[in-house]
């Protein structure tokens, strides 16, 4: 009788349903990250509502004050309730994953090869908006307009784990430790084994080589993300709410990314099943970004698209070299394996082959709204993953290891706007300014 009545009881089912365990979490994030303090402190002081009376007069008086004692500790609150909810079963499922399928020797091989790319580009602790987002995890929910503001999942949790400021890098570097380990498990899952060599040349492409080049940049994250939705979905064979929980961390870590990253896999990958919670996920959060914008639908793409006063469309128009450079050195030779893959893609596999076609164009296409173009390009590291494997399969194992090994030889720059190149303190720089003349490091 007590187990009936238990199973009657309609509070359990409603806790564990979508709604509490996936949507709440992930509406209260969205708005937490989203909506600044100023804000929400203007109609609370229009209307007379903070501290009229009584000894606290004194900080309805200063925003800075308010926020600080109020808003600061309710966002950091439900923030780390919620980031708790939606990452468990994402954590459970990186954990198990690496914990059965990886030894101590690929953790080693993966350590040493995360070590040789780093002497390759010399570069350790963040810098540029890295060392932005390191200072914004010191406080994260003090949120002031800008545009970062509103990519606060990692510096949040940063904060959250206490490694926040000089310790967000090695916070950083843990998740870019865990995205390495997360693609040699998919490598694994497909048959396909990644030498030390193969690894140190993945690692001087794509979204690795841009968190070499600018660790502290958040994206990499986006990538893990899509990775564990990825693995878990041909694991499983079908959609489920992690996909979901997925899309939504992702876009509270970058949401140009997450889209770039997400949005072909959502449409070509996960079936229609995906549509119409990953369309949900995006609704709920251009309202919460939009609301803080009183809903100027175009008012926070003119905030990101414009650098030094110049909107990165002109850049695009009056620098095209630097796009192009940009393209090149995202991927280096890892490009080749484009087209190889693409052409037995279109016979056997059509939905793979337009999830890359899609990934890569998108990625490419996000240089006509940003400039540091090679960081840009790199979005689409899953697409080209992809290709990779299907090289692999395709190509004798020489040929494989040679293109690897010359992309390896390849340095590892970058284009950004007007700059054309730059470059990295490390071998790299090193070895090639003896043969060209290359402009001063970052």
């Known amino acids: 009788m007590r187990k009936t009545a238990l199973s009657s009881n309609p509070l359990p089912r409603i806790l564990l349903s979508p709604l509490f365990r996936v949507y709440l979490p992930i509406v209260v994030c969205f708005f937490v990250i989203n909506i600044t303090n100023p804000t929400l402190l203007a109609p609370l002081n229009k209307h007379g509502l903070l501290y009229a009376n009584g000894a606290d007069g004194t900080l309805k008086d200063s925003f800075d004050k308010t926020a600080a004692f109020f808003l600061v500790p309710i966002k950091s609150f439900l923030f780390f309730v919620c980031t708790a909810v939606l990452l468990f079963p994402l954590g459970r499922s990186v954990i198990t994953g690496i914990g059965k399928t990886l030894t101590r020797k690929d953790l080693l091989q993966t350590l040493i090869a995360m070590f040789a790319s780093l002497l390759l580009t010399a570069v350790f602790f963040p810098v540029g908006f890295g060392r932005y987002y390191a200072r914004v995890s010191v406080n994260p929910f003090i949120q002031e307009p800008n545009q970062l503001y509103r990519r606060l999942l990692i510096p949040g949790l940063a904060n959250l784990y206490h490694l926040n400021g000089f310790l967000y890098t090695g916070f950083f570097w843990a998740i870019v430790l865990v995205a390495v380990l997360l693609t040699k498990l998919y490598f694994r899952s497909k048959g396909t084994e990644l030498s030390l060599l193969h690894e140190v040349s993945l690692l001087n492409v794509g979204v690795f080589i841009s968190a070499y080049q600018?660790?502290?940049?958040?994206?990499?994250?986006?990538?893990?993300?899509?990775?564990?939705?990825?693995?878990?979905?041909?694991?499983?064979?079908?959609?489920?709410?992690?996909?979901?929980?997925?899309?939504?961390?992702?876009?509270?870590?970058?949401?140009?990314?997450a889209f770039i990253v997400f949005a072909p896999m959502i449409v070509f990958l996960f079936g229609r099943k995906a549509w119409l919670p990953s369309i949900l996920v995006l609704l709920l959060y251009a309202t919460a970004l939009w609301s803080n914008f009183s809903f100027h639908l175009m008012a926070p793409l003119r905030i990101q698209a414009v650098v030094s006063g110049m909107p990165a469309?002109?850049?695009?128009?009056?620098?095209?070299?630097?796009?192009?450079?940009?393209?090149?050195?995202?991927?280096?030779?890892?490009?080749?394996?484009?087209?190889?893959a693409l052409y037995y893609q279109l016979k056997d596999q059509l939905r793979v082959a337009c999830f890359v076609v899609c990934g890569i164009g998108l990625a490419v296409a996000s240089t006509y709204i940003g400039i540091d173009y090679s960081r840009l390009v790199a979005f689409a590291t899953i697409p080209v993953l992809l290709c990779a494997?299907?090289?692999?399969?395709?190509?004798?194992?020489?040929?494989?290891?040679?293109?690897?090994?010359?992309?390896?030889?390849v340095p590892s720059f970058f284009a950004v706007g007007k700059l054309d190149l730059i470059t990295c303190r490390g071998l790299y720089y090193l070895i090639y300014r003896l043969v060209f003349n290359l402009p001063a490091p970052v």
Not at 217 to 242: C, H, Q
């Open 214 to 257: 600018g660790p502290g940049y958040p994206e990499i994250a986006a990538f893990l993300f899509g990775m564990v939705a990825l693995i878990e979905f041909e694991r499983e064979g079908r959609y489920s709410d992690l996909q979901t929980i997925a899309f939504a961390l992702a876009l509270m870590t970058h949401e140009s990314c």
């Open 389 to 409: 494997l299907e090289a692999h399969k395709r190509l004798s194992s020489r040929a494989f290891n040679a293109i690897t090994a010359l992309s390896l030889a």
């Open 313 to 340: 469309q002109e850049y695009f128009r009056l620098y095209p070299k630097s796009v192009l450079m940009g393209v090149v050195y995202a991927f280096k030779l890892w490009w080749l394996f484009v087209p190889l």
